[in-house]
Structures are given as C-alpha cells and as structure tokens.
C-alpha cells in the first residue's frame, strides 16, 4: 500500500511540474496594426509614414521592397512613425509593404504602399579658378556709382594701364558708401571670380577692403549673393588681386560694390577690374548611383 501511495503521489507532483511550467511561459500578445500607410518621393529615396496606434502593442515595423530582384528589409522601432529608405533610382518605381511584429517575431497584418518614384539626383558642377576664362568687358557695358566727374572716368577700369584709375564721386555728388561698378549684358552670361588693381599712390585709407556682388534680372531690383571676406590687402599697390565666389552666378546685369574701405568715407577707387567666368565640371548624380546601385 506504501509503495502505491508513492507512485501516485510521484505523477500528481510531476503533472503539477508541467503545469507550473506551462504557466511561467508567456506568449506575447498579437502585434497591433498600424494605419494610414503612405509614400513621398525623396532625392534618390522615399519617405513611408504611417500612424500609430493608440496601444503601440509591437516591438518594430518591418517595411519590405524589391531591389535588384531581392527583397530588402527596413526597420523601424514602435516609437517611429516613419522610414527613409535611401539608394533608390529615379529610373524604377517602388512599392513598399509594411508589418508590425511582437517580441515573438510574429507578424501582424500586411499594409503596402502606393507605387512612388524617387526624385532624380541633381547634376553637381565643380567650379575651378584654373580653367576659368576672362569675359570681356567694354566701357558701354558698364554704369559706375558714384562717379567723379573732374577725374577717374570708368573708361580707365579696362585699359590695362596700372597708372589710371577709376574714382567715384569726391567733388560733386559724393555719398556713402557702398559705391559700385554696375555690368550690363545683353545675354544672360556666368560671373564666378574677378581680378582687380588698386590706385597706385593713391590715399591707403580709399582703397576697397570688402566687396560684395549683386545680381538682377531686370537691372532694377537687386539681391546680394555673395559677400568677400573683410579686411582686403591693400599692398602692394602693384599687385593683381583675385576674389573668387568658388560658383558661377548666372545673370545679365551685376554689380561689384565696394562696401568698406578703411575710413568708410564717401570716396573709393580702383586701377583696373576684369570678370571671370570659372571652369565648370558636371557630374550627373543619378548616372553616378546607377553605376552602383
């Protein structure tokens, strides 16, 4: 009676054992869905939102397309509320599906997109001083302001002669600065450096420190697109000196303004000037990517 009184008792335990167990191992709940899938097109990617769900009850969300004929797979966390996905080609329209999944790895309904196309790299120019070209300049091409009429007529800025020199306006009509040196083209053409000589033997405390340059498209309003850096050498007088923007501005009319001299008075001046368009190298993006996607 002993030896059967033990038997039963050893199964009850070993059944109560496995119940236990069963009871210790949690199964995470089903993972809930999110909403309101949608898709934007990027610059060589796209953009998926979705909203998420009051509970958040999921551990992340997977979103999955075709690249190269394999599936790729994204994720995102439960505190997302979007993905970028990168590396796409404007040449292919992608759709994309996106799942919910617990802590199990199991997955909860299966949303997808709508079909987007990226938007296509741009083409980046690389600008160079040392293949840049001189635009040529006549006296009817350009407008000085101020402009002193006993000496320094603007005709002087393009003559090549380091003696001569270009004054604004000291006598009559003076104002403060900044004073300017205004080029009219008939055609829309490409401004990216330029070089220019100061006076020589001219008063040290006239001469230009800080340029800026202004673009229109009617010759009448103007917008700044660049601004030189301050304090401008102003020796040796005999030197050339070349400010480059480091882009092309594209425009028919341009003004160089003088914007500060040392005294900041109503006068500046300037021996000589020339314009240069910079060497432009193209590099087509999307071709780039193509090549290693």
Same mark, same amino acid.
């Given at each position: ?94 759709? @994309? ?151 092309? @501005?594209?425009?028919?009319? @341009? ?39």
């Amino acid at each position: 009676m002993k030896l059967l009184y033990f038997s039963f008792l050893s199964v009850l335990l070993a059944i109560m054992t496995v119940s236990c167990s069963d009871d210790d191992e949690t199964v995470a709940p089903p993972p809930s869905a999110i909403s309101e899938v949608r898709v934007e097109p990027r610059v060589g990617g796209a953009a998926i939102f979705w909203n998420v769900p009051a509970d958040s009850n999921y551990l992340y969300v997977a979103a999955r397309f075709e690249k190269k004929e394999s599936m790729v797979k994204q994720l995102a966390s439960v505190y997302s509320d979007s993905i970028l996905v990168e590396g796409l080609l404007n040449k292919f329209e992608y759709d @994309f599906s996106l799942q919910t999944y617990n802590a199990d790895e199991v997955g909860g309904e299966i949303l997808h997109t709508e079909k987007v196309r990226p938007i296509r790299r741009p083409i980046e120019v690389t600008y160079s001083l040392d293949d840049a070209v001189e635009v040529p300049l006549t006296a009817d091409m350009i407008d000085t302001y101020t402009q002193e009429q006993s000496e320094g007529p603007k005709e002087n800025l393009l003559d090549d002669n380091i003696n001569t020199y270009w004054h604004s306006a000291w006598s009559s009509g003076k104002a403060p600065l900044p004073h300017h040196i205004q080029i009219n083209f008939e055609e829309p053409t490409k401004l990216g450096a330029f070089n220019y000589t100061l006076r020589q033997g001219g008063n040290d405390q006239h001469d230009p420190k800080r340029f800026d340059l202004q673009v229109s498209e009617d010759g009448a309003t103007w917008e700044t697109v660049w601004v030189s850096a301050p304090n401008l050498p102003i020796a040796p007088e005999t030197d050339e000196f070349t400010l480059n923007m480091n882009k092309n @501005f594209e425009s028919k009319y @341009f003004r160089i303004r003088i914007i500060e001299t040392a005294a900041n008075g109503q006068w500046t001046y300037l021996s000589g000037i020339e314009v240069l368009s910079l060497g432009e190298e193209l590099t087509d993006l999307e071709e780039v990517a193509e090549e290693n996607y």
